[in-house]
């Protein structure tokens, strides 16, 4: 089967997020995935208020960088036209799903601590636009939730540090809907120090798991976002 096929295409991304990467593809990642982060993604968070002022759901826009954007989208142009549209690439989509499920979708959201259970996602596709990969997929809240005199916290990020998830600059956090009397304030990672940031570059792309002590750094490397309503 030809390496440029839809088929091995999908195959390769759903390795890609889960880590399980043989050594013939990961010969042909792109050198940027080779070190760890693997992956680089610009995120947008938007946290929905029904119309009682209640939280119902939760949208991740994942822009992920030009070098995994370039090797995801190879063999999803179905038509040969040198567009993709948001059908051709809906199943990569379906893999990005997929994977992420074993993951929490990289999201945990908490109300003054406790833990805020998630449905299965919706209205999920990717678009590719001025040469980037950006994937929109929606979480709503198992039930709708009163944050009003309480702390909403939203965090968005891979523990794990196989991709290197960071709040964009512009537009960040997003509070839609019925929002009033809410404010969000936005907390980024640090910076890693250069030795850290060398021990991780040596990890390969077939490797999740990271040692005890980078993993207790990677695991602080937290974006959040923090909600309170009067």
Known sequence: MNDNSPNVRTHACLLVWVALLST???SILPQS??????????????IMFNAAGQVSEVTNVW????????????GYDANDDGLLTRQELQPLAEVNLKSLSDYNYFTRLTIDGTAVPLGNPRSYFDVFKNEKLTLQFTLPLAKPLNVHG???????????????????NE?????LGNS???????????QLDPGTVARLAVIPADQRTLPPDLFAITNKLVNATRVTCK
Do not use: K, N, W
């Open 24 to 26: 013939a593809i990961v």
């Open 33 to 46: 995935a080779m070190a760890h982060p693997h992956i680089l993604i610009d995120a947008h968070t938007e």
């Open 63 to 74: 822009d992920f960088d030009d070098a995994f954007s370039a090797f995801a989208i190879q």
């Open 150 to 168: 309480r702390t909403l916290q939203v965090e968005v990020y891979d523990p794990a540090y196989f991709a290197a998830i960071t709040f964009a």
């Open 171 to 175: 537009h960040p956090v997003q509070l």
């Open 180 to 190: 009033a009397g809410c404010d969000s304030i936005v907390h980024r990672p640090e």
